[in-house]
């Protein structure tokens, strides 16, 4: 049997390494946050998670190549929860931008999210860049509109992948209803004024079966993502601006 492919990685490289194959290569950055997952979860789940993501992703596309994560993001909803440290949707847009601009050695670059509260200041600094003619692109996973944060599904995944991460005794329900009905509270109070244990969702039934599931899907859509706006670099088919 055969070991799966490594990724190539930047803190693997020197700049000589890198200077012959980034004009080949597509750059896939892990977008995360640093922030409360209710009394169950780490803060750094949004963070891991597009990390293993952009892992499977670098290992199946050898034109990836996997940079060091962002593990700050937008998390102001999340104020409330001592611990959460966020950098604001302005800070971020503008590290983002600066961030691709600075990656113009590659043939273009995917920032993978791990975190939806980025999903603002990710495509405002996806639009300004595509603007000036830069091959970037964004991927963001999806997930049933009542299971959004510290729920179901990244309970499921932390079990997944690291499971001595995980609380199970603290794990507890907090609001169900659809994220579309709580964005008025959401936007006016953060998350503490719709769930007081910082959970939306409910993580009580997560298992380590469904967050290998959950995750292959994810690898899927986000491998789809890649070869949808990259193509296969080496083989000289042309990217979608």
């Known amino acids: 049997m055969t070991n799966a492919p490594s990724p190539r990685r930047l803190a693997d490289l020197t700049w000589p390494e890198l200077a012959d194959i980034a004009p080949r290569s597509v750059l896939v950055v892990p977008l995360g946050a640093t922030e409360q997952h209710g009394p169950h979860l780490p803060f750094t789940v949004d963070t891991e998670v597009a990390v293993v993501l952009s892992e499977r992703l670098a290992a199946a596309r050898p034109s990836a190549v996997l940079a060091p994560p962002v593990p700050y993001g937008s998390s102001g909803e999340h104020a409330a929860f001592p611990g959460t440290l966020s950098i604001g949707r302005r800070a971020l847009e503008l590290l983002l931008v600066e961030l691709v601009r600075s990656a113009d050695a590659f043939a273009g670059v995917l920032l993978v999210c791990g975190h939806g509260g980025n999903a603002v200041p990710l495509r405002r600094a996806v639009e300004v860049l595509r603007a000036e003619d830069r091959r970037a692109h964004a991927w963001l996973p999806s997930g049933p509109a009542d299971d959004s944060h510290a729920g179901r599904a990244e309970t499921s995944a932390m079990l997944a992948l ?80």
């Open 162 to 241: 690291r499971p001595a991460a995980v609380r199970r005794r603290a794990a507890r329900r907090g609001t169900t209803a659809p994220l579309n009905e709580l964005l008025p509270l959401l936007i006016t109070g953060g998350v503490a004024a719709v769930s007081s244990n910082g959970v939306l969702g409910d993580p009580c039934d997560a298992t380590a079966h469904l967050g290998r599931s959950v995750l292959d899907d994810w690898s899927s859509d986000l491998i789809r993502c890649f070869d949808d706006r990259f193509g296969t670099v080496n083989s000289g088919r042309t990217f979608h601006p």
